[in-house]
């Protein structure tokens, strides 16, 4: 059982550092939209609020300020036309970390598909839906293999 673990765990570490570190270098063309949301759905399904928290503020981080803001644009754009709200969502100039990972985390308390309608939208092919989803996916996939205490 315990090789089995481990053989788990050697896997997502090598997906976690692939997508991580095409994030870092913006190589969004290595990257597949729908296959990380659908492992950043599955990570953070069950994940408590401050977790959640942690992880979108960790993840939003690898992007620059200049992408923050894109997908703070792009996920305006989709809550206007969905209907989705979020406390801070529709700030003007929205592109701090904190500010953005509140909102998702307002959406994930309510329920975590809204999460996935916001970030899931037309636009997760767009480079910086795709590098967003990429450092989230990367993020909690890392948060999911790697102990507590050897985090950061």
Known sequence: MESIKHAVAETAGR????????????????????????????????????????????ALEYLSRPQRLALAELLQARARYSDLTAPGLM??????????????????????????????????DLPVMKLTLAALAGVAARRSVIPPDQRR
């Open 15 to 58: 997906e976690v550092l692939r997508l991580l570190n095409a994030v870092e270098r913006g190589d969004h063309d290595a990257i597949d939209g729908t296959q990380a949301l659908a492992q950043f759905e599955r990570l953070t399904r069950d994940l408590h609020p401050v977790p959640f928290l942690e992880v979108a503020r960790e």
């Open 91 to 124: 700030k003007q100039g929205l592109q701090d970390p904190g500010e953005i990972a509140l909102a998702l985390q307002a959406l994930h308390r309510e329920d975590p598909e809204l999460v996935v309608q916001l970030l899931g939208s037309e636009f997760r």
